[in-house]
């Protein structure tokens, strides 16, 4: 099983940045592809964006993209989601994930969870 902590969040103003790091340990992620997730108060967590486990492939809703980018470091064992141009809407708790299925955006496809880091954009 793989440990995952996020951290980066904070609050930041419209039109602003902030990069979420995943950090991971009990084992490499190399092997995975990684996904980001958001659940706002009161709705449902969704799907951000994967990673394929070379990193040479990724997938965005269409909510973020253009704005936001996955990475992955496989030799810290970290995943990054660099947030750019946020927006009021993007406020939510932002988690990261494993799972052996690429190019998938369903939660229950994805197995290992962090606890989350809090995103707050004021506008």
């Known amino acids: 099983q793989v440990q995952l902590v996020e951290s980066g969040g904070g609050l930041v103003q419209a039109g602003g940045s902030l990069r979420l790091s995943c950090a991971a340990s009990?084992?490499?992620?190399?092997?995975?592809?990684m996904g980001w997730f958001r659940q706002a108060p009161g709705k449902e967590r969704e799907f951000v964006a994967t990673?394929?486990?070379?990193?040479?492939?990724?997938y965005y809703a269409d909510s973020v993209k253009g704005r936001f980018t996955i990475s992955r470091d496989d030799v810290k064992n970290t995943v990054y989601l660099q947030m750019n141009s946020l927006k009021p809407e993007d406020t939510a708790i932002y988690y990261c994930a494993t799972t052996n299925v690429f190019f998938t955006r369903r939660v229950e496809e994805y197995r290992d969870w962090g606890q989350g880091t809090q995103v707050t954009v004021s506008s």
């Open positions: 009990g084992r490499t992620l190399s092997s995975y592809a």
């Open positions: 990673i394929r486990w070379s990193g040479a492939n990724t």
